[in-house]
């Protein structure tokens, strides 16, 4: 088999993130792994960070199972907590942190023995309105299911707009949390990446580390190298043709792109199928032979289509970077109109994983 699109891991740039954004203060951190590890493997990240990491974090039962079955033995929360009262049993059997947002799940919780009870966190809605019980009824919940006292409870919230830090309504929400938990006693998980960055009030007891960890930027307007973060993945495949393409043809589906010159123009073995997103326009860089290169006409399923003209000696079987360490994955995704998120974790399954 021989197409060599890649995405390539960096397992040391998975350990410098996670020391980067670990707060000083003392507080866990805690690797957020979900979506396999946004796109980059969770056991492999999970293994990358090793004993050094306090926590690991999935949004699913699911995806927590397979990494204790990898023999990761770290304490992994989950958090969307039980979908059903099977998953209580499962996370009770292995030692998942089940954080829990409604009363269905306290239902389940509460018809278990304490000594069969996995530990529980409260998610608390503190203005998202996604998840999470208000924050004035927390204190009635710890009337209404005893147990809860019994547990080592941490109250959890999520910013809405931590990406950007001068949004008021990070001190709003942050504020209403603050309140309920320090009227209660409670240890608190609020934090991202972008507020473990930019809110060091909010770091607490634990931080949830996700898009930092990888490399990208968690704020909006500061570059990840600003943060001291390097790219964990970097995304390439290989020159497959070359073509002398003369001015005024057209080139891809819809001619959506004409040669204003006469071009050479090289097509590279990725597409929309392997998760480069489709909404990249004409002009998206590329990395090939050191320099960008501009995509032209549109991403098609297994192919993109690149302008070389006047990049010296490119050949067939050329490496070209999508994104990575030289060509920052935020700036890909300003291109295609979405977010870092969205890239990394869409890269499909039909891109084998390396590690550098
Ligand atoms: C509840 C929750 N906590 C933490 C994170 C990690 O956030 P980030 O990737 O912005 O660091 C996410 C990410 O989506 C999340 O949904």
Redesign the pocket.
């Known amino acids: 088999m021989s197409r060599s699109t890649r995405a390539i891991i960096d397992p040391d740039a998975l350990r410098t993130n996670y020391r980067q954004l670990k707060p000083a203060n003392g507080a866990g951190a ?1 690797a ?1 792994i ?1 979506a396999d590890a ?1 796109g980059h493997g969770a056991v492999f990240v999970a293994r990358a960070l090793g004993a050094e990491c306090d926590c690991f ?1 999935v ?1 699913i039962c699911e995806e927590a199972v397979p990494l204790r079955a990898a023999g990761i033995v770290h304490p992994v929360l989950i ?1 969307e907590g039980p979908h059903d009262a099977e998953d209580c049993n499962i996370a009770a059997r292995e030692n998942f942190i089940l ?1 829990v947002h409604n009363r269905y799940q306290l239902n389940w919780l509460s018809k278990l023995s304490d000594t069969k009870r996995p530990r529980v966190w409260l ?1 608390v809605d503190t203005g998202m309105h996604r ?1 999470g019980f208000a924050p004035d009824e927390i204190a009635t919940l710890f009337e209404e299911y005893q147990w809860l006292k019994r547990t080592e409870c941490v109250l ?1 919230s ?1 910013f809405a707009c ?2 950007e830090p001068q949004d008021d309504f990070n001190t709003h929400q942050f504020a209403r949390f603050n309140e309920v938990a320090e009227t209660l006693g409670l240890p608190i998980c609020m934090a ?5 960055l930019t809110q060091p009030m909010s770091q607490g007891m634990w931080c ?7 490399g990208a930027s ?1 704020v909006n307007g500061v570059s990840a190298e600003e943060y001291g973060l390097v790219a964990a993945m970097q995304l390439k495949a290989q020159v497959i043709a070359l073509h002398n393409v003369a001015r005024g043809e057209s080139v891809g589906y819809g001619r959506d792109w004409v040669a204003p010159r006469d071009s050479v123009i090289a097509t590279v073995g990725i597409g929309y199928a392997d998760g480069y997103p489709r909404h990249c326009p004409s002009g998206t860089p590329v990395i090939i032979r050191g320099q960008r290169a501009p995509l032209v006409g549109r991403v098609s399923m297994d192919m993109i289509t690149i302008d070389v003209t006047g990049i010296e000696g490119v050949a067939l079987q050329d490496d070209v970077e999508l994104w990575g360490a030289r060509l920052p994955v935020d700036e890909v995704a300003g291109w295609a109109g979405t977010i870092s ?1 969205e890239l990394i974790s869409r890269v499909s399954s039909r891109v084998p994983r390396d590690s550098r």
């Not at 991202?192 to 473990?196: D, H, I, K, L």
């Not at 949830?208 to 990888?214: A, E, P």
């Open positions: 805690i957020v979900k946004y974090a949004a958090l954080m998610k998840l959890a999520h931590a990406d991202n990446s972008a507020a473990t949830r580390l996700g898009i930092g960890l990888y968690p998120y």
